[in-house]
């Protein structure tokens, strides 16, 4: 019966059906030839699934995220990045990786930030002496940044489905957050130099710098202050959410004043497609997930890991190949969702921390939006830049390289992830 479900799965996939009713259509067969299950179980599974708490937090910072960008704050915090950084050599990308991390700070959504740098960075890259394979390159990696930089849709994800705290989680994002924007700068001014790319831009006036500040002063501290009412128990992720919305309608409206009703239905129409798409492989994940909890797949994955070795650096190793071969074939949010509820069960028998394992998988996934062959925030910012995959790609591997050992080295030093998490206070 294994065999017919995952040929039934595969088979709606090859033949183009969207991953979610690929899992429905799938379960469905197995409920409807197994004579020990009844259909009842599809809405009792979906019921279940989506009765979370920590759910919550989705909504409000996808809506606090697509509030920001009708706000204009792409546009205050390349100013901003600009004017701190942009005189340097290589600023301007520099100011784009920097903008991306600020984005994901608000977001956190890779392949949103990926969008918004695109449209806005890619020609003035161009016109500065950046060759357009790099710039589209940078900003695929730069907006990328969401997925591990707290608020994190990928980190609400996993903790929901994984049982694990998502304050903890979103503290676990800082340092690798930082050290990633760290080894993109790095990797982009190395390929800089030895390319030749970029003019150098005049330094800002002391005078510049203070307008900047001022005009995004207000925008900052929504992620430092999420990030701050999580670490001293001030708020739930969920709760922080909420805080979220309300502080950006009050800044949009009442401070900058660069909001309209028009758009906030606007970017209430976005989140609720995002809210569509996600919510709905959640649901039909569930369902999965019970009929592979029947079939035992997590205790014949563990007994198989366990028999190999029980070395935990060896079981990340490959449970990230794992991860690698599945996002090569189905978008990396599914992904997530399917391999959420089998692998964190196994953590304990290699004494794995589930935060630490988080930060592992999440960067995983977000390597695969920015790698073919289904990489989301590769194909919109080529479609941006109107290059092709092949282009990009001659671009994009001293990058893929070095968040490739980035990976190898939070999984080998746990501490990395663990650092902050270990000094929370608990609300």
């Not at 050599?89 to 956190?108: C, E, N, P, Q, T």
């Not at 959504?109 to 002496?129: C, F, H, R, V, Y």
């Amino acid at each position: 019966m294994m065999i017919a479900f995952l040929i039934v799965f595969l088979a709606a996939m090859f033949l183009g059906v969207p991953i979610g009713f690929a899992m429905l259509l799938s379960s469905l067969f197995f409920i409807l030839t197994d004579s020990g299950s009844s259909l009842i179980i599809v809405p009792q599974q979906i019921e279940d699934g989506l009765d979370s708490f920590p759910f919550l937090a989705i909504p409000f910072f996808v809506l606090a995220g697509n509030l920001m960008a009708e706000a204009g704050v792409i546009r205050r915090f390349v100013l901003l990045a600009q004017t701190l950084i942009g005189h340097l050599r290589g600023g301007l990308a520099h100011a784009v990786v920097l903008s991306g991390a600020l984005l994901a700070g608000v977001s956190g959504s890779g392949t949103a930030d990926a969008a918004a740098l695109g449209s806005t960075m890619i020609p003035a890259l161009e016109k500065n002496g950046y060759k357009k394979d790099f710039a589209v390159a940078l900003c695929a990696f730069s907006g990328a940044l969401g997925p591990i930089i707290p608020p994190s849709i990928f980190l609400i994800i996993y903790g929901a489905m994984g049982n694990v705290s998502i304050g903890q989680l979103f503290l676990a994002g800082v340092v690798p957050g930082i050290l990633m924007v760290l080894v993109l700068m790095l990797t982009s001014h190395i390929v800089i130099v030895r390319k030749g790319y970029g003019h150098l831009i005049k330094r800002s006036t002391l005078r510049e710098k203070a307008i900047a500040l001022k005009e995004t002063a207000l925008d900052l501290v929504l992620p430092l202050g999420i990030i701050g009412g999580i670490r001293w128990g001030v708020f739930t992720p969920t709760e922080a959410g909420a805080v979220a919305v309300v502080y950006v309608l009050l800044i949009g409206f009442f401070i900058h004043r660069t909001l309209s009703v028009e758009q906030i239905i606007k970017a209430s129409r976005e989140t609720v497609q995002v809210l569509g798409a996600v919510m709905l492989l959640i649901a039909m994940a569930t369902i999965v997930n019970y009929i592979l909890a029947l079939f035992q797949v997590s205790d014949r994955l563990a007994g198989a890991m366990v028999g190999l070795s029980s070395n935990p650096i060896l079981f990340l190793i490959l449970a990230n190949l794992l991860i690698i071969f599945l996002g090569s074939i189905i978008e990396d949010t599914a992904v997530l969702i399917l391999m959420t509820p089998i692998l964190v069960p196994l953590l304990g028998q290699f004494g794995i921390d589930p935060v630490h394992f988080g930060m592992v998988i999440c960067l995983n996934l977000t390597i695969g939006l920015v790698a073919p062959p289904v990489g989301l925030a590769m194909f919109v910012t080529c479609s941006i830049g109107q290059i092709s995959i092949e282009q990009f790609m001659r671009a994009a591997w001293p990058f893929l390289l070095a968040l490739v050992l980035l990976l190898l080295v939070i999984i080998i030093f746990p501490s990395i992830s663990l650092w902050l998490p270990s000094h929370m206070v608990h609300p």
